[in-house]
C-alpha cells in the first residue's frame, strides 16, 4: 500500500495589516513551501484550499492559481480545516487519486473588504442567524467565556493556571521571528489585561492576522526523491458534532474524549515529546489536556500548575508560540502547530529545538456549537521515523 | 452588516407565533416524544417531520454567563456591558439566551433561577425571548 507523508511546509511572513488579498497570500504560501521541498509545481496534482470565506469554489481557485490537477477540495471546518486538510489529502494519496497535494490555507483579514471581490464571509448558519447573534452573542470569545465560567466555577480552575499558558507561549514566540507578539507577557500583564466577556480578557484572544501557510502530502515513495526528510503519520482521528443530539450537552466534555482511545492506541501518549495543540484560547488548551487524556477530567488547570510545559520542560506544548502568540492568519491557522511539529522531528526549530524531538501530537479544533463546544475536533501524531 | 434579527424559516414559524403572544416553546416530536431546541428541520432523534411546538415553563436556572464588553458585532456596542446566560430550562433542555435587565447582572451565579420575557427586535414584529432573575 502507498504511504502518505508530509514532504514540507512553509508559511509566508505575518502581519498585522497587507495590501495582499487572500489568493495572493495562499500563492505565496504554496511558493514557498515548493521551494522549501524542491517540488516542480508541475508535480502537483492534488490541492486543498482552507478558504471558507472565498466565493471561489475549489477547483476555479486550483484555475486561478494555474494548477492542472487530479483531486481539489475545499475545507470548510473552522479552525480544523488545516489539519483536516492534510488528513483528506493523505487518503487521498493513499487511494491513488493524487501523489503530491499542496494543503493551503490562509488569508488576509476579512475585515479589509476591499481587497476582495465578492461577500467576505459565509452564509450565517440557521441556529446562529436567530438564535444567536440577535442577542449580540456570538464569536468565539463569548463562546470560550461560557465555557471558561463554568470550568472555573466547577474545578476551581484559576487565572494564574491559564495565564501560565499565555505568558510560557509568549516565553516561545520570542523565540520565533515570525510571530507578531513578542513583547514581555508577566503573570500580572495577562491578569491586568482588559475583559473582553468575563472571565476572558484580551490576553486570552487570539489575534487575527494576515499571511497564509502551505503543506504537502506526497506518497513515502515520492518524497524519498526529496532533499529534505519526510514526516510521517502515526496515528489520526477526528471527530463533528459531539453530542450534537443532547438538548442539554455538558458543556465541558469535547469530542477528544470520542476518539482519544484510537487516537494512542498504537502509540501512547507516553511517547509524545511535545504538544502542538490548536490554541485560540487558554482555556482550549486546558480543554483538549484533559480530554485528550493527559490529566483527568477537572484537573487541566492543576496539570498546567504542576507540569513545566516550555520547550525546556517535562511536557513542551506550542513551542513556536501558538497562535496565541503568533496570529492567526485566517483558517490558515491551523497549520502553524503542524509546522512547528515537523520543523521540531527534523531538527530545524533552532534556538526553540526540543531534545531528541521524535514524536509528537498536533490537534486541530473549529467551529463553536449552540450549546456545547467545538464542532469539529481533530489529532494527530507524527513523527521522525516511520511508524510501523 | 445591519443587526442581525431572527428569520422565520417554515420550521420554527409557530416559535414566533408563540413569542409574539408571550408564551416560550420548543419542538416536541410526536413520533418519539423528544423535546428540542433551537427549532429544527426535523426530529434530530427520529428525524420525523409530526413536530409541534409545546408550550414551556419558562423557568430555569443559569448554567453559565458572560458579561460582554467587547461585542462581536459593533451593531450591538452602545448596549454594552449586556450578559448572555445559558440557560437550563425546568423541562431539561438549554436555551441560549441574555438577561433583560442588566439590574440582574452584579452577584449573577450558576444555579440562579431565571424566568423569560419578551422584547420586541428588529422592526418589532419579532418578539426574542430574554431572561429576568427570580427574586425570593
Known amino acids: 500500500m502507498t504511504r502518505a507523508v508530509i514532504a514540507g511546509g512553509a508559511e509566508t511572513r505575518f502581519s498585522r495589516t497587507s495590501d495582499l488579498a487572500d489568493l495572493q497570500f495562499m500563492a505565496q504560501a504554496i511558493r514557498l513551501a515548493l521551494e522549501e521541498t524542491g517540488i ?22 486550483a484555475e486561478h492559481l494555474g494548477f492542472s490537477v487530479r483531486w481539489t477540495m475545499k475545507a470548510d471546518y473552522g479552525g480544523a480545516s488545516s489539519v483536516l486538510s492534510v488528513a483528506r489529502a493523505v487518503e487521498a ?20 473588504t476591499d481587497l476582495h471581490h465578492d461577500a467576505v464571509s459565509p452564509p450565517i448558519d440557521y441556529a446562529h442567524r436567530s438564535f444567536v447573534l440577535p442577542y449580540g452573542y456570538g464569536g468565539p470569545n463569548m463562546q470560550m467565556a461560557l465555557l471558561q465560567r463554568r470550568h472555573m466555577e466547577l474545578y476551581g480552575t484559576t487565572l494564574e493556571q491559564l495565564g501560565k499558558i499565555a505568558t510560557t507561549f509568549r516565553r516561545h514566540a520570542q523565540l520565533n521571528d515570525n510571530a507578531l507578539l513578542r513583547g514581555d507577557m508577566t503573570l500580572q500583564d495577562y491578569l491586568d489585561s482588559p475583559l473582553i466577556a468575563d472571565p476572558i480578557r484580551k490576553f486570552d484572544c487570539v489575534m487575527r492576522c494576515a ?26 482521528q477526528e471527530q463533528h458534532s459531539f453530542g450534537a443530539n443532547d438538548m442539554s450537552p455538558d458543556k465541558l466534555e469535547t469530542g477528544f474524549v470520542a476518539f482519544r482511545d484510537k487516537l494512542f492506541e498504537r502509540i501512547p501518549r507516553e511517547e509524545m515529546d511535545f504538544l502542538q495543540l490548536y490554541d485560540d484560547y487558554p482555556i482550549a488548551i486546558v480543554a ?48 502553524i502547530p503542524l509546522i512547528e511539529a515537523m520543523r521540531q522531528v527534523r531538527g530545524e526549530a533552532g534556538p526553540r529545538q526540543i531534545k531528541d524531538a521524535k514524536t509528537g501530537l498536533v490537534s486541530g479544533i473549529g467551529l463553536m456549537s449552540y450549546l456545547s463546544n467545538l464542532v469539529i475536533t481533530c489529532g494527530m501524531i507524527v513523527g521522525k521515523e516511520p511508524f510501523e | 452588516m445591519t443587526r442581525p434579527t431572527p428569520k422565520t424559516v417554515p420550521w420554527d414559524r409557530d416559535f414566533w407565533a408563540n413569542a409574539e403572544r408571550g408564551v416560550l416553546s420548543a419542538q416536541r416530536c410526536d413520533d418519539c416524544g423528544r423535546l428540542q431546541h433551537y427549532p429544527k428541520p426535523v426530529c434530530s432523534e427520529c428525524l420525523g417531520a409530526n413536530i409541534r411546538f409545546e408550550a414551556l415553563s419558562g423557568r430555569g436556572e443559569v448554567y453559565s454567563f458572560t458579561t460582554v464588553r467587547r461585542p462581536e458585532l459593533p451593531e450591538f456596542e452602545a448596549e454594552a456591558p449586556y450578559t448572555v446566560v445559558d440557560v437550563l430550562l425546568d423541562e431539561g433542555i438549554r436555551f441560549l439566551s441574555r438577561l433583560a435587565d442588566e439590574q440582574d447582572a452584579p452577584g449573577l451565579k450558576l444555579g440562579d433561577k431565571l424566568t423569560t420575557v419578551f422584547k420586541p427586535v428588529g422592526d418589532g414584529t419579532k418578539h426574542l425571548p430574554y431572561f429576568v432573575k427570580v427574586r425570593d
Request: one cysteine or more.
Open chain 1, 288 to 335: 483538549q489536556l484533559e480530554d485528550l487524556g493527559f490529566c483527568k477530567r477537572g484537573e487541566g488547570g492543576k496539570f498546567i500548575e504542576d507540569t513545566d510545559i516550555s520547550i525546556w520542560g517535562d511536557l513542551p506544548i506550542n513551542t513556536s508560540g501558538g497562535i496565541l502568540s503568533i496570529g492567526q492568519p485566517r483558517l490558515g491557522g491551523g497549520y
Open chain 1, 211 to 236: 499571511g497564509a501557510v502551505a503543506v504537502i502530502v506526497t506518497s513515502e515513495e515520492y518524497a524519498k526523491r526529496l532533499a529534505k526528510p519526510p514526516v510521517y503519520i502515526g496515528a489520526y
Open chain 1, 40 to 61: 516542480s509545481k508541475a508535480d502537483v496534482d492534488g490541492i486543498a484550499f482552507c478558504a471558507n470565506v472565498l466565493p471561489d469554489d475549489s477547483s476555479y481557485m
Open chain 1, 93 to 112: 494519496v493513499e487511494a491513488g487519486r493524487a501523489e503530491v497535494v499542496v494543503c493551503v490555507g490562509g488569508g488576509n483579514r476579512f475585515d479589509f
